[in-house]
C-alpha cells in the first residue's frame, strides 16, 4: 500500500511525456492549472515545471501564457533563473527557439549543464522533430567543444538530448552527412554518438 502513490507518481511523469492524444494533454492541463483539485499524487514544484514545458509544446498557441502562469508560481530565486533559462526552448516561434540553439553552442551558456541539457532536449522534443533536424549536425559539430569545455559525462548527455527525440530517416541521414564531414573523428565521440543514434539505425532499417 505504501508503495501506491510512489508508483502512481512514477505514471503520470512518465505519462507526462509520452502523451500524444488530445483527452490526455486535456487532463494534463487541467491537472497543471488545477492542482488542489487533483488528488491522489503529490506532485512537486518540480514535476509542475516539467509539465508546463510538456503542455508548452503539445498547445502551442497557449505557450507563452503557460510559461508566464507557471514563472509567477515560482518563489524560489534560483528556480526562477532555471525556468527562465529554459522556458524559452518551448516556445512556439521557431525564431526564438533557433536563438535558444545557437546560444547553447557556445560555452559560457553551458555553464550550468543540467539546464543546457534540458533546453537542448526540449528544442528536440519529439513533436517537433522535423523542425529541429537542422540542430543534429551544428550538434555533433559541437561536440568536441562540449567534451574539452564540459563534465565528463555531459557529452553523453548532450548527444542524449540532442538525438533522443528524433526517430526519423531524415535524423539519420544528417549523422551520415557528419560522418562524411568528418572522416577522422575522434573514436572515442564517435563511439558515444553511435551509442545515442543506436534507436535511429535500429528503427529505420531500410
Known amino acids: 500500500e505504501g508503495k501506491k502513490p510512489q508508483f502512481r507518481l512514477q505514471a503520470f511523469r512518465q505519462l507526462m511525456n509520452i ?11 487541467q491537472i497543471w492549472k488545477n492542482q488542489d483539485t ?14 508546463s514545458y510538456q503542455l508548452a509544446v503539445h498547445l502551442p498557441d497557449e505557450a507563452d501564457s503557460i510559461v508566464e502562469e507557471q514563472l509567477a508560481r515560482i518563489s524560489n530565486s534560483d528556480r ?8 524559452p526552448a518551448v516556445s512556439s516561434n521557431k ?32 513533436l517537433r522533430e522535423k523542425e529541429a533536424l537542422g540542430y543534429i549536425r551544428a550538434g555533433l559539430g559541437a561536440l568536441e567543444e562540449v567534451q574539452q569545455t564540459g563534465d565528463i ?5 548532450w548527444l542524449r538530448s540532442l538525438l533522443s527525440g528524433h526517430t526519423s530517416v531524415e535524423a539519420r541521414q544528417e549523422i551520415e552527412a557528419f560522418w562524411e564531414e568528418h572522416p577522422n573523428y575522434s573514436l572515442m565521440l564517435s563511439n558515444k554518438i553511435w551509442q545515442q543514434a543506436d534507436h535511429l539505425y535500429r528503427l529505420n532499417v531500410e
Open 19 to 29: 502523451a500524444n492524444s488530445e483527452a490526455s494533454v486535456s487532463k494534463m492541463y
Open 95 to 126: 525564431i526564438v527557439r533557433d536563438r535558444v540553439f545557437n546560444a547553447l553552442l557556445m560555452a559560457d551558456n553551458r555553464s550550468v549543464e543540467p539546464w543546457a541539457s534540458s533546453a537542448l532536449s526540449l528544442l528536440n522534443h519529439r
Open 38 to 51: 487533483f488528488t491522489g499524487i503529490d506532485l512537486s514544484e518540480r514535476d509542475m515545471i516539467n509539465l
Open 153 to 157: 559525462f555531459f557529452p553523453t548527455a
Open 80 to 87: 526562477r533563473e532555471e525556468y527562465l533559462f529554459i522556458s
